[in-house]
């Protein structure tokens, strides 16, 4: 009994020695950052660029993997299942953090409890944008333009789940306006039509759209943020084109799988913190109307469930479902 007792004790004493230095000499090997994206998007430029400011500090590659599919569970799937060591990390935003979860009926993951959660990237809000020979000049217009033609008004959006989609049924829920889903297949398509004139409306994100509302091809009304963007200082918000309580972006974060050790996930946090007060990923982040989020892994995840609170109802009253 006292053998196996003391067998078992350095055993378990062997254990904690191992992690204890695997996490002391974190990172010794290039770590993997899942994209559930294809390449070229925002999110994809906004995790190349601060995973390369990250490199220079940790002392090894951070290799970008691509793997968009499913509204983002293909990528969340692969992480949760990983190897709980930091060494396979993913940029997490609105769909698999607060939206997947009500539009599908079934997840292959929990996103409460399958994830550590590292920390905040970046916020990017969601401009309301119109054709430029469209009728309606401000909010108010645009909600009586609306309003007078029931069923008539289209609006685009990248697809169904996206956070363009459920921006304008956020809208349409505070506003009372029947305006009809037209979902394409990805951002550049949908503004492509509404630049032509095809599709007279959308809400349309800064991170990809910022160039074509600066030069004039849409007309943007409105800013679905808190406060004006920089980047486009003439433009009011929603609250001060006279729509409380109608905050629309996107938002970016880093996550690993759910048991990363306390001391990695830390350092990861640190190593995030460090790269967002980057002067060179700051400026890329101004480039695409994007605000950096710095701050703990608690309070990213405080603010993603808040906005999984948030966006259910809202789906559900849309009745909008991906499965």
């Known amino acids: 009994m006292q053998r196996r007792s003391f067998l078992a004790a350095a055993g378990a004493a062997l254990a904690a020695t191992g992690t204890a230095r695997a996490q002391s000499t974190f990172p010794d090997q290039p770590i993997r950052w899942v994209v559930p994206y294809p390449a070229g998007g925002g999110t994809d430029v906004l995790a190349r660029t601060v995973a390369e400011a990250m490199r220079a500090s940790l002392g090894q590659q951070i290799l970008v993997d691509n793997r968009p599919g499913a509204a983002t569970n293909i990528g969340g799937e692969l992480v949760a299942h990983a190897k709980a060591d930091g060494y396979t990390v993913m940029s997490a935003d609105n769909a698999i953090l607060a939206y997947n979860e009500h539009l599908f009926g079934k997840l292959p993951f929990n996103p409460e409890k399958d994830f550590t959660y590292i920390g905040a990237m970046a916020r990017f809000p969601l401009a309301l944008v119109v054709h430029p020979d469209f009728p309606a000049k401000t909010v108010k217009e645009f909600v009586a333009h609306a309003k007078a033609n029931p069923g008539k008004l ?153 906005e999984a609170a948030r966006w259910g109802p809202i789906i559900k009253a849309a009745g909008v479902k991906l499965d």
């Open 154 to 306: 289209n609006y685009a959006s990248p697809g169904n789940g996206s956070p363009h989609h459920l921006a304008m049924e956020l809208f349409k829920n505070r506003t009372g306006a029947f305006i009809t889903h037209i979902p394409y297949r990805g951002a550049a398509p949908a503004m492509q039509d509404v630049m032509g004139g095809q599709v007279p409306c959308m809400f349309l994100d800064l991170a990809g759209g910022l160039a074509t509302m600066q030069s004039g091809k849409v007309r943007v009304l409105a800013i679905g943020s808190a406060r004006r963007a920089p980047s486009l200082p003439s433009v009011p918000t929603l609250a001060e084109a006279g729509l409380q309580n109608v905050e629309v972006y996107a938002f970016q974060g880093l996550l690993g799988p759910a048991g990363l050790p306390d001391a990695i996930t830390a350092r990861l946090n640190s190593e995030l913190n460090k790269a967002l007060a980057n002067a060179t990923v700051q400026k890329r982040a101004a480039d695409f109307g994007m605000e950096v989020l710095p701050g703990t892994p608690a309070q990213f995840k405080v603010m993603a469930r808040a």
